[in-house]
């Protein structure tokens, strides 16, 4: 990541309306200790990003209802291909930062309102600002490849990604279910769901990634859902990532979306 994230109305207004007193009670528990965990997580992450080993690329702290139990009967798509991102209709991360942020605001204004009035609930803790922006770095992390290389055959499907580690599935023709492995990082599983090619990613440190495939009914756009979420709290970021088909060749140029710089586009050398 370059440069620093500045808060947003949303997020100043988020800190202003949980207030030093409520934050108190409703952040101790994280102050003290998962803001330290995804800290140390965090610059483990670039440290692995760099080295191109493992999944480490997700890590924080993950679970949601979103979790797939079983899939759906395999009916595999013809993902093989070069793929470029298409900015112009993928999510924009600084914009789905602000817009959770004002969701926790919510949150946080009706629960403030419950206690006044003497209501009991039960809720978990709500994010701060700073988690909320250490949880969209790591989302940009895991989101910042623009280029895709699929290679697909009967037996396996083969997503290199540019400046990242490749997401590799063994599947096979007509089976359904979940292709399965853990190390040390933690257990990763994949396979058809229907029509969709699906990568879950669970680390022992309690995150949970996912990538999610599709391609059009044309075969000229690809779409890839990636969810990265906490089992501490109820706001996962989900991004949609639009990808057209090009030809490597005659690729003249590289952008990249940032949360500091947004979108930056640059010239490639051409090789002598």
Request: with cysteine; proline share 3%; net charge neutral.
């Amino acid at each position: 990541m370059n440069g620093t994230v500045e808060a947003s109305p949303a997020m100043t207004r988020l800190d202003a309306t949980i207030g030093s007193s409520s934050r108190i009670q409703v952040f101790s528990m994280l102050m003290s200790s998962r803001v330290v965990v995804c800290s140390g997580l965090f610059a483990r992450l670039r440290l692995f990003l760099s080295l191109t080993v493992f999944w480490l690329l997700q890590v924080g702290c993950a679970t949601s209802n979103e979790t797939v139990v079983e899939l759906r009967p395999a009916t595999p798509q013809l993902l093989a291909g070069f793929w470029e991102v298409d900015y112009s209709r993928s999510d924009n991360l600084n914009e789905q930062l602000s817009s959770i942020a004002r969701r926790v605001q919510r949150e946080a204004a009706r629960r403030a309102r419950a206690a006044e009035d003497g209501r009991p609930f039960i809720a978990s803790a709500l994010p701060n600002s700073n988690e909320l922006v250490t949880l969209a770095r790591l989302t940009e992390v895991i989101t910042e490849p623009t280029l895709l290389e699929i290679y697909q055959d009967d037996s396996q499907v083969r997503i290199k990604r540019d400046n990242s580690f490749a997401l590799n599935c063994a599947v096979l023709t007509g089976a359904t279910g979940f292709s399965q492995t853990v190390d040390v990082v933690g257990a990763q599983r994949c396979g058809w769901d229907a029509d969709q090619l699906l990568f879950e990613l669970q680390l022992f440190e309690g995150l949970k990634v996912s990538h999610r495939f599709s391609i059009s009914q044309s075969n000229d756009a690809l779409l890839m859902t990636t969810i990265v979420k906490t089992t501490s709290s109820a706001y996962p970021f989900r991004v949609n990532q639009y990808f057209t088909r090009y030809d490597p060749a005659d690729l003249g140029y590289r952008c990249e979306r940032t949360l500091s710089r947004g979108t930056v586009c640059t010239t490639r050398k051409e090789s002598p």
